[in-house]
């Protein structure tokens, strides 16, 4: 049972992937993190040694602190954040707890590396529709909450990448994060970051039956098509449209994790008086 100031493996299960998750902070040592050189989704490595350098670029108001096993490193850092207004827990039992508990884990090395800011930073097509909309929901919620992304002319993406330090994703070229085969490229990013989890392989079902005209794989992917042709139409600049389609897909994985089993009737049936 967690005690105070301490957050459950599976509670923060439930927020990872969420709007309201909060801040994930990764403060092992360098000799806990090579021997399993993975990250809880979402969370960010830092030194707690400069707590006081980097608490000041943190855009959160609340946060939740890992470390090998949840003991003192955790709970300095956090008292830390603490001290600086940040409402600050610390995971129970640390990543260690994380990974025994069966959660996913996202390897270090499929993470691109990050800007002097501590960012990921990615090019794609302009004008997205569904897989332009559905990678960079994945990343922002399960990688990397401060990723960038960058949507240029088609024929400029990889020279953009090379000038910018952005990692280009779905284009057509033969590059790690792109369509491979029957798979879009949300499909590659589940399984490539460590994310094939029940939800996240049900909706990388739904985005590729709609992104690849098969929507006879699923039908909610109907659903998916219409309102990403929709948000295209509502928005001409992508990353208003962007940001409009990560309540989409907060809502598409909703469902697929919490959903599926619910029906919905109206009028509701009438009692026997």
């Known amino acids: 049972m967690s005690s105070l100031l301490e957050i459950s493996p599976e509670k923060l299960a439930r927020l990872i992937g969420t709007r309201k998750c909060p801040a994930l902070i990764d403060v092992r040592i360098d000799e806990d993190f090579d021997a399993d050189p993975r990250l809880i989704p979402g969370s960010t490595r830092r030194d707690y040694r400069n707590v006081q350098e980097w608490i000041a670029r943190l855009d959160s108001d609340s946060a939740v602190v890992i470390c090998h096993r949840g003991k003192k490193l955790s709970y300095g850092v956090a008292a830390w954040l603490r001290h600086y207004g940040i409402a600050a827990d610390v995971l129970e039992g640390g990543f260690e707890a994380w990974t025994e508990s069966g959660f996913p884990a996202v390897p270090a090395s499929a993470i691109p590396e990050r800007d002097a800011n501590g960012r990921t930073v990615w090019v794609t097509r302009a004008r997205p529709k569904i897989d332009r909309i559905a990678c960079p929901w994945?990343?922002?919620?399960?990688?990397?909450?401060?990723?960038?992304?960058?949507?240029?002319?088609?024929?400029?993406?990889?020279?953009?990448?090379?000038?910018?330090?952005?990692?280009?994703?779905?284009?057509?070229?033969?590059?790690?994060?792109?369509?491979?085969?029957?798979?879009?490229?949300f499909d590659v990013m589940v399984e490539e970051f460590g994310l094939s989890t029940d939800p996240l392989l049900r909706l990388a079902t739904i985005v590729r039956s709609a992104d690849t005209s098969r929507l006879d794989l699923s039908p909610q992917a109907h659903g998916l098509l219409a309102a990403s042709l929709g948000l295209s139409r509502m928005y001409a600049d992508d990353l208003e449209q962007l940001e409009a389609g990560m309540l989409l897909y907060d809502a598409f994985y909703r469902w697929c994790r919490d959903a599926t089993d619910e029906t919905h009737n109206w009028p509701s049936p009438k009692k026997d008086s």
Do not use: K
């Open 138 to 185: 994945l990343i922002r919620r399960f990688v990397d909450p401060q990723a960038v992304f960058l949507f240029v002319s088609p024929s400029e993406v990889e020279v953009v990448g090379d000038r910018f330090a952005a990692t280009p994703f779905d284009i057509d070229a033969p590059i790690r994060w792109s369509h491979r085969g029957e798979l879009c490229t």
